[in-house]
């Protein structure tokens, strides 16, 4: 059966919308062994780019692959070790996905000029 459009205009006239992928967290251990302080900072991270841990998707990659996220998201954070090819604190284009590289949450706990490198890398890539 098909759908005469004329009749899909008159049903839906606010037309249809299309809702970007949330921007993907990217942890290089696993969501048990992050600690209490290492997910509070996490949050405030967060809050800062207007976001919440509900409205990111939080993945584990023992090893940064910019390939796994399906579906693709516009917006990649990534917390961990050093990837090749990826320079820290800089926000960059990669086959389309924006992408910050941060050293682990652990790291950034301990040391507040990284957390201020991350933060001017996130408010260019966010647009804050």
Do not use: C
């Not at 960059?92 to 000029?113: M, P, T």
Request: charged fraction near 20%; hydrophobic fraction near 45%.
């Amino acid at each position: 059966m098909e759908i005469n459009p004329v009749l899909l205009d008159f049903l839906f006239p606010e037309g249809l919308m299309v809702v970007a992928p949330a921007p993907t967290i990217i942890i290089d251990q696993p969501w048990d062994t992050i600690t209490a302080a290492e997910k509070t900072l996490l949050e405030k991270i967060l809050t800062a780019i207007k976001q919440s841990l509900n409205s990111v998707t939080i993945t584990y990659q023992g090893t940064f692959d910019l390939s796994a996220p399906n579906p693709k998201p516009d917006h990649i954070i990534y917390f961990g070790k050093l990837v090749k090819g990826i320079p820290l604190y800089e926000a960059i284009d990669a086959n389309g996905v924006k992408i910050v590289a941060s050293e682990s949450l652990y790291h950034l706990s301990n040391h507040e000029e990284a957390r201020k490198k991350l933060w001017l890398a996130l408010k260019k890539q966010f647009s804050v």
